[in-house]
């Protein structure tokens, strides 16, 4: 860009220089910081309005104003020491504040920044100086502070261990408490990567915190037990959230910790669960399965799972998986009995290009894709000779190598198995290799056929019927006495996968009324028929004094006493409602 031609005129000139004085005079007159200069003595000498409105008095009264006027006398010695350190060094000082006392005596606080001025001979003959009022900045920093110093008694005081980290999960800082429970001190951790903190333990934490960052979600109580060394056997609560900025700009995460082993040891104790994770049941068998679940969760080990057709293995896998340290790792399945052995071979582990006909690109298989987490071997008995070796290699070396290649793949899996077979008689007839046998049997878990756990059939009723009453958008009542206790009767050859479909098909077809006998399979309904009730029909007298001395017998615990008289929990609670029946707590 060509340079601007200087004006030669002197009226072009002058007219100039009018310009940028006027515009200089405006900025000098209308800033918001106040101007002043003063002799060495500390007299005013020029000022802007601005600072006539900072310190509060008139400009008449500004002219030849000494600083002490408008200060006590301990910001006054404060502010002599400063001038006179400028005077000394010939260096500005920048930013120093004081108070003020204006002249209706009320209090201010200002920022000032001071410069020596010298004349034509380059002797110091006084100072410029820039003051900006900051009394409210200041209360806002005090309040600011305050609340600081209450959020970090809070941190260090809460007993739920509190530790937050960045995007890249880096740790920015961590409570007292975080170093009892974990073993995390601040002053090691901070600005390291989470990974790398001195803890003994299986480090579910992490996974909990790197979900959180990759989904920007909260993660609520998610209970773990941590295997650490210092401290066996603590089961803790997880729970995270993402951690943003006043103005919502994503920060990073932050995790609390809670101990909660002594609350988990009372509720094995004094309660009876119905459900763990998507497992229905109250039974004692039900409850044994939940306990060695809950003992096996965090353990590194292969699992077994046995039962016949129906009865929830895959259910239970899911279960094994997310109770674990793996949780946020893959879950991974594979039905065995699906597919010819070339193509399960290929799904299991992998292939190269060409490694067959059809084979036009690298394929990764199952174990690859399970690698840190979880891989389910559904129906794992129908395996062939060929593929059982292939396995028993994976499961004794952590390696394999895809169709095709000679390349060793390293793999981190757990493995579990699931079957409907007797494999020990399999082993037997020399259809399945004992050795990989014992590998998969290290621990079994046997569960048991609806027609063994029929105390169970109400709670799987209900919670049937609400799975499908929400998916189908419609209301049931419940289940009739005469459905339930035809339940209660029948064997149930498909165990609750057969449940499960009866009551879809109940719901299809009893359109918003209460599931009757006509809208069961009828092989199930001739259970009632053939069998008759379950429980001798009372007379209508009498109903109310068998449902009072059912829910005496149970604690008063409704949804035992429905299963105490064969009944769905919704029938229990009409039942209570016709007959406006009370419990002694209500009666008080």
Not at 92 to 112: H, L, W
Not at 176 to 197: D, Q, W, Y
Request: net charge neutral; hydrophobic share 35%.
């Amino acid at each position: 860009m060509a340079k601007e031609k200087e004006p030669q005129d002197p009226l072009e000139l002058l007219e100039k220089v009018t310009q940028e004085r006027d515009a200089l005079l405006t900025v000098f007159l209308e800033i918001e910081d106040g101007y002043v200069e003063c002799d060495l003595a500390g007299f005013t000498q020029y000022f802007n309005p601005a600072l006539c409105r900072i310190v509060g008095y008139p400009a008449r009264e500004m002219k030849g104003m000494g600083y002490k006027t408008y200060l006590d006398k301990e910001n006054a010695q404060q502010v002599f020491r400063v001038f006179n350190e400028v005077y000394l060094t010939g260096q500005p000082k920048k930013a120093f504040n004081y108070e003020i006392t204006r002249k209706d005596g009320s209090k201010s606080v200002v920022e000032i920044s001071i410069t020596l001025r010298r004349n034509k001979e380059g002797e110091p003959d006084g100072y410029r100086c820039i003051m900006r009022d900051v009394t409210d900045r200041r209360k806002a920093e005090m309040e600011l502070a305050k609340h600081k110093t209450r959020l970090e008694a809070i941190f260090r005081s809460v007993k739920d261990a509190i530790v937050t980290v960045d995007q890249d999960l880096k740790v920015i800082d961590a409570n007292k408490a975080a170093a009892t429970l974990c073993g995390i001190a601040a002053k090691n951790v901070k600005n390291n990567p989470f990974a790398l903190c001195p803890t003994d333990c299986c480090q579910a934490c992490r996974d909990v915190l790197a979900e959180t960052l990759k989904r920007k979600t909260a993660i609520r109580e998610f209970q773990v037990e941590c295997n650490h060394k210092q401290r066996p056997q603590q089961k803790v609560s997880l729970s995270s959230a993402p951690l943003e900025s006043q103005d919502g700009e994503f920060l990073g995460a932050v995790l609390v910790i809670r101990d909660i082993t002594r609350l988990v040891d009372l509720e094995r104790e004094l309660q009876e669960r119905n459900q763990f994770h998507n497992i229905i049941g109250a039974s004692h068998k039900m409850q044994a399965v939940y306990q060695l679940l809950e003992n096996l969760a965090d353990f590194e080990t292969t699992v077994l799972i046995t039962g016949e057709s129906g009865t929830g293995k895959e259910l239970v896998a899911k279960a094994l998986h997310h109770t674990g340290s793996r949780a946020f790792k893959p879950f991974v399945s594979v039905n065995c009995s699906a597919l010819a052995e070339n193509l399960l071979e290929s799904e299991l582990f992998g292939h190269v290009k060409g490694a067959f006909t059809g084979a036009i690109r690298d394929y990764q298989g199952r174990f690859q894709a399970a690698h840190t987490g979880t891989l389910l071997l559904d129906e794992i008995g129908d395996i062939s000779p060929r593929i059982q070796l292939k396995l028993l290699r994976v499961l004794q070396e952590r390696e394999f190598e895809r169709v095709g290649d000679v390349q060793p793949i390293k793999v981190d899996v757990r493995v579990i198995a699931c079957t409907n077979q007797d494999l020990k008689e399999k082993v037997r007839l020399g259809e399945f290799r004992e050795d990989l046998y014992y590998r998969l049997n290290v621990m079994e878990i046997k569960l048991p056929p609806l027609r063994e756990r029929r105390e169970d059939i109400p709670l799987l009723a209900d919670h049937f019927t609400a799975r499908f009453e929400k998916k189908f958008n419609i209301t049931i009542p419940g289940v009739s006495d005469k459905v339930m206790n035809a339940f209660m009767n029948y064997h149930w050859p498909g165990n609750v996968r057969e449940l499960e479909h009866s009551i879809e098909r109940a719901t299809v077809l009893c359109r918003d009324k209460m599931i009757s006998l006509e809208h069961i399979p009828g092989e199930i309904a001739e259970a009632y028929s053939l069998a008759g009730p379950r429980l001798k029909k009372q007379p209508a007298a009498d109903e109310p004094n068998e449902i009072i001395d059912a829910l005496k017998r149970t604690g008063w615990n409704k949804a035992k006493a429905a299963r105490l008289l064969g009944v769905s929990r919704k029938t229990i609670y009409r039942k209570i409602e016709k007959y406006g029946i009370q419990s002694p707590a209500e009666n008080m």
